[in-house]
């Protein structure tokens, strides 16, 4: 076969491939300049001054509003109403400030309306990206990487979901609403997964390694590369304890009572026992409960 005849026979990536189609729809979600602009400058190795950041905070109302929000929540209220941008971000810390940005701008990410329950879409999310919070906190990784790896961790569930509401609702129903089966079923259908599709628009989007991989692999952490099981296991985790914790995404709608050997292998990857796990799950829910975010 010559090179011509081979070059013609490799197929297009297909997560790629759905990306630019919704880029050209105008379907892809929302990531303001303010936001990534943010982001690259808290992940960048250079000193941050907290003014700096309000500044760039202020560039957007809805994270300015979002952001003067949560600091007067009950897990972050000094006791009195904090009404500008400066107060609201020294009270919080960049690294607060980073994870509740990207929280309230994923709330409104959703351009197109899905065929599942965007509410529980939404919250299943809030609590994942609390309970990746506290995980890292236990095993002493970044807590803002974990804390984004959680939130945005099925944002390839909505992608496929607005690629063809269709063939989406026929996954929903072909797997009956059963994670174990939910993965194989999105890749028969559409060449792709949730996971693999939401780590290359972040990758698109440039964020660390850590994250992409995290979300990329988190129904396969064992597969991923050495480097990055950690953060794959973390958000693997992250995602069951939502479901743990009650809260569906809308498109899973039941999980089975005993804990799958993926989740037993991850709490042995990390050294952590099942009591210590459910009691990290109760302890971030309150949290999230507190900064109204759930």
């Avoid at 009195?80 to 690294?95: D, P």
């Avoid at 807590?143 to 690629?163: K, P, R, S, V």
Wanted: hydrophobic share 45%.
């Amino acid at each position: 076969m010559s090179a011509v005849q081979e070059k013609k026979q490799v197929k297009p990536n297909v997560s790629r491939v759905i990306l630019e189609r919704l880029k050209v729809l105008d379907d892809l979600p929302r990531f303001p300049n303010a936001l990534m602009k943010l982001e690259q400058m808290l992940s960048s190795d250079k000193d941050v001054h907290l003014d700096e950041v309000a500044a760039l905070v202020a560039q957007d109302p809805r994270l300015t509003a979002g952001i003067i929000g949560a600091v007067n929540s009950a897990r972050y209220s000094p006791g009195y109403n904090i009404t500008n941008i400066e107060e609201a971000v020294q009270r919080l810390g960049t690294q607060d400030v980073r994870m509740m940005a990207h929280a309230i701008n994923y709330q409104s990410t959703v351009k197109t309306k899905p065929p599942f329950s965007e509410k529980e879409f939404m919250r299943h999310a809030m609590l994942s990206a609390f309970i990746a919070q506290a995980l890292a906190k236990a095993v002493h990784f970044d807590q803002g990487e974990a804390f984004l790896c959680g939130l945005m961790h099925d944002l390839g569930a909505y992608l496929l979901a607005i690629e063809s509401r269709d063939k989406y609702k026929q996954v929903m129903l072909d797997s009956a609403g059963d994670a174990a089966f939910f993965v194989q079923t999105e890749q028969s259908v559409f060449g792709t997964n949730h996971a693999v599709l939401g780590g290359r628009l972040l990758q698109q989007w440039r964020f660390p390694k850590e994250i992409v991989m995290g979300v990329a692999m988190h129904h396969a952490p064992h597969s991923a590369p050495e480097e990055f099981q950690n953060y794959a296991y973390l958000t693997y985790l992250a995602e069951q304890g939502a479901f743990f914790g009650g809260l569906t995404n809308g498109v899973v709608t039941h999980k089975g009572e005993v804990p799958a050997d993926t989740l037993l292998n991850g709490l042995e990857y990390f050294g952590l026992t099942l009591g210590h796990y459910n009691d990290l799950v109760l302890n971030a829910t309150e949290l999230a409960k507190e900064s109204s975010l759930i």
